[in-house]
């Protein structure tokens, strides 16, 4: 197996793949990137917590234009994790206003999003549906 570097500082590769953020010792508002005070209450100390991994589509949209070597069309939504707004594409889904709809249930799953000349891979996260969608 390649070796494997995460994308982003939230995500936790592992089997299964996790999602954590720094929730407020305060006021429990939680954040994906390092704080140095609350943006919420103004607290300075925070602990991490991981995510669930499972949740549902709040808003979404079609992405028919991007930057030179993304693919297009995909699908950029807003996930709620279980209270947690997470921003992510939702991928092994056709990406149509038919396909995709306010409410599905979705996991948290990992893409290769590119592979340096050692072999290594960037892995980041998205959302796939859950079956019965």
């Known amino acids: 197996m390649a070796q494997q570097v995460a994308y982003v500082d939230y995500l936790r590769l592992g ?9 407020c010792d305060a006021c429990g508002a939680r954040f994906f990137d390092r704080r140095n005070a609350c943006a919420a209450c103004s607290a300075t100390s925070f602990h991490e917590v991981a ?6 589509v ?15 069309p995909y699908v950029a939504a807003v996930v709620d994790l ?3 707004s997470v921003r992510g594409i939702v991928v092994d889904v056709e990406p149509t206003p038919e ?10 799953t990992t893409v290769v999003v ?4 050692a072999g290594t891979e960037a892995i ?3 959302f796939r549906p859950l079956g019965g969608n």
């Not at 590119?114 to 000349?117: E, K, L, N, Y």
């Open 15 to 23: 089997d299964p793949p996790q999602l954590v953020a720094q929730a």
């Open 51 to 56: 995510l669930e991994r499972q949740g549902t």
């Open 58 to 72: 709040v808003s979404f949209t079609i992405v028919t234009f991007a930057a030179p070597g993304v693919a297009v």
């Open 82 to 84: 279980g209270g947690t």
């Open 99 to 108: 396909a995709v709809h306010l409410g599905m249930a979705v996991e948290l």
């Open 114 to 117: 590119g592979v340096d000349a």
């Open 124 to 126: 980041n996260y998205g």
